[in-house]
């Protein structure tokens, strides 16, 4: 995990003091950003002109108001070698790219590492050399921050991925000890988790970063059954009773990724943030299997889905119902489970299906066949319907 919350806030004046010694130093505007380009801090400084919007281009304009850049602008200067180099490097404008006056980029290292960049707007006949190097002796102590910080949010990542996949008794309760120790304060107070599945990576690099994503406390991939990998955030609320900094959270890793999401339930503390996690990737795979909960689905609203997560996987495949579940009869199972969901009213399963009365009763009469269940019978029906629907899972 590139950062973490709770070293940025505690950073975050530092980061600003030390841009601002840079805009000093250089008589001019610097923003930083860590290595994924996104906005740590923007120093202003007061010099006629600098501050003038139409002096800015559509680049500097969306990375200051969005907090970050696109993966082309991103690339695009790369192209220049700022991630190699270990002194100031100049761009030239390229109006073309949308990048109408030049840069002067001073890489961010600590210990031969990048981890930022600091961008000033270039100007003629721009800072001296000898400014310049100054500036950089000032980004040797921004990457020092930032290293720490990148420390921390690796540890972090570690910690929380350990409460996720720890068995339940003594190895999760020690995994959510050493979770708290490293949460400090902020491990007191109401939190959720957050499920986004399949995430497109399992390389903690690709990780999307707590900064970018509000009320974010951890982030971690861990693994998701065939489906590869999915993403485990850990949401810390203002109050239990409103969740909306999780579908918020859930909602943007959506469009980092594909899929569905899942929220768990809010608990106080830690202790039972395991729990929270179950119901959050159950609500996930709801959602996955049944689009109209989705794409964020809550635990609390998943109804049948909930029982039917925490069942083993050999459930959907009961004996009596596997011929049903055949390649050759699914517009047979899609209208046994239309028939139950529409708690066995023949005029509007025909209706949601748009097929005759007597379509309708002859494929019944054929799912009867094939899995020896009367349609008639409580139980059976209550035993095709939750294989029919936990097989989505």
Same mark, same amino acid.
């Given at each position: 995990m590139? /950062?973490?919350?709770?070293?940025?806030s505690?950073?975050?004046?530092?980061?600003?003091?030390?841009?601002?010694?840079?805009?000093?130093?250089?008589?001019?505007?610097a923003?930083?950003?860590?290595? $994924?380009?996104e906005?740590?801090?923007?120093?202003?400084y007061?010099?006629e002109?600098?501050?003038?919007?139409?002096?800015? $281009?559509p680049?500097?304009?969306?990375s200051?108001?969005?907090?970050r850049?696109t993966?082309a602008v991103?690339?695009?200067f790369?192209?220049?070698?700022?991630?190699? %180099?270990?002194?100031p490097?100049?761009i030239?404008?390229?109006?073309e790219?949308?990048?109408?006056?030049g840069?002067?980029?001073l890489?961010?290292?600590?210990?031969?590492?990048?981890?930022?960049? *600091?961008w000033?707007?270039d100007d003629?006949?721009?800072?001296?050399?000898?400014?310049l190097a100054?500036a950089?002796?000032?980004?040797?102590?921004?990457?020092?921050?930032?290293a720490?910080e990148?420390?921390?949010?690796?540890d972090?990542?570690?910690?929380?991925?350990?409460?996720l996949t720890?068995?339940r008794?003594?190895q999760?309760?020690?995994?959510?000890?050493?979770?708290?120790t490293?949460?400090?304060?902020?491990?007191?107070?109401p939190?959720?988790? *957050?499920c986004?599945a399949?995430?497109?990576?399992?390389d903690p690099?690709?990780a999307?970063?707590? #900064?970018?994503?509000?009320h974010t406390?951890?982030l971690?991939t861990?693994?998701?059954g065939?489906?590869g990998?999915c993403?485990? *955030?850990l949401v810390?609320?203002r109050?239990?009773d409103?969740?909306l900094?999780?579908?918020t959270?859930a909602?943007?890793?959506?469009k980092?990724?594909?899929?569905a999401?899942?929220v768990?339930?809010? #608990?106080?503390?830690?202790a039972?943030?395991?729990?929270?996690?179950?119901e959050?990737?159950?609500a %996930?795979?709801?959602?996955?299997?049944e689009?109209?909960?989705?794409?964020v689905?809550e635990?609390s609203?998943?109804?049948?889905y909930?029982l039917?997560?925490?069942?083993?996987?050999?459930?959907?495949? /009961?004996?009596?119902?596997?011929?049903l579940?055949a390649?050759?009869?699914?517009?047979?199972?899609?209208?046994?489970e239309t028939?139950? /969901?529409h708690?066995?009213?023949?005029?509007r399963? %025909?209706? %949601?299906?748009?097929?005759?009365?007597?379509?309708?009763?002859?494929r019944?009469?054929?799912?009867?066949?094939l899995?020896?269940?009367d349609l008639?019978?409580?139980?059976?029906?209550?035993?095709?319907?939750?294989?029919l629907?936990g097989?989505?899972l």
């Amino acid at each position: 995990m590139r /950062d973490n919350a709770r070293v940025t806030s505690e950073h975050r004046g530092d980061y600003q003091e030390l841009v601002d010694e840079i805009s000093e130093l250089l008589g001019a505007p610097a923003t930083l950003e860590n290595r $994924d380009f996104e906005l740590i801090a923007f120093g202003a400084y007061d010099s006629e002109g600098d501050l003038d919007p139409s002096a800015l $281009d559509p680049v500097r304009t969306r990375s200051i108001l969005t907090r970050r850049s696109t993966t082309a602008v991103r690339t695009w200067f790369e192209g220049f070698g700022i991630a190699r %180099a270990t002194g100031p490097v100049r761009i030239p404008p390229t109006p073309e790219a949308g990048v109408y006056r030049g840069r002067i980029c001073l890489p961010v290292r600590h210990r031969g590492v990048v981890l930022g960049y *600091v961008w000033l707007l270039d100007d003629d006949p721009g800072p001296t050399d000898a400014r310049l190097a100054a500036a950089m002796e000032v980004t040797a102590r921004i990457g020092a921050l930032l290293a720490d910080e990148v420390q921390h949010g690796a540890d972090l990542t570690r910690e929380f991925r350990a409460v996720l996949t720890a068995e339940r008794g003594w190895q999760q309760d020690m995994a959510v000890a050493a979770l708290r120790t490293a949460l400090g304060p902020r491990a007191e107070g109401p939190h959720t988790v *957050v499920c986004v599945a399949p995430w497109p990576s399992a390389d903690p690099e690709d990780a999307p970063s707590a #900064r970018t994503v509000p009320h974010t406390t951890a982030l971690c991939t861990v693994p998701w059954g065939a489906a590869g990998q999915c993403l485990a *955030v850990l949401v810390r609320l203002r109050s239990t009773d409103v969740r909306l900094p999780a579908l918020t959270a859930a909602s943007r890793l959506l469009k980092e990724g594909t899929g569905a999401a899942g929220v768990g339930e809010v #608990r106080t503390g830690l202790a039972e943030v395991g729990d929270s996690w179950q119901e959050a990737s159950a609500a %996930a795979r709801a959602a996955l299997a049944e689009p109209r909960l989705g794409p964020v689905a809550e635990w609390s609203r998943i109804g049948p889905y909930r029982l039917l997560a925490s069942l083993p996987a050999a459930t959907a495949r /009961d004996p009596a119902v596997a011929p049903l579940l055949a390649p050759a009869h699914r517009e047979l199972a899609r209208t046994a489970e239309t028939y139950l /969901d529409h708690a066995g009213q023949a005029g509007r399963t %025909a209706a %949601a299906l748009g097929i005759h009365r007597q379509t309708l009763y002859y494929r019944l009469s054929r799912v009867e066949q094939l899995t020896g269940l009367d349609l008639d019978d409580g139980e059976d029906r209550l035993l095709l319907h939750m294989v029919l629907k936990g097989a989505r899972l």
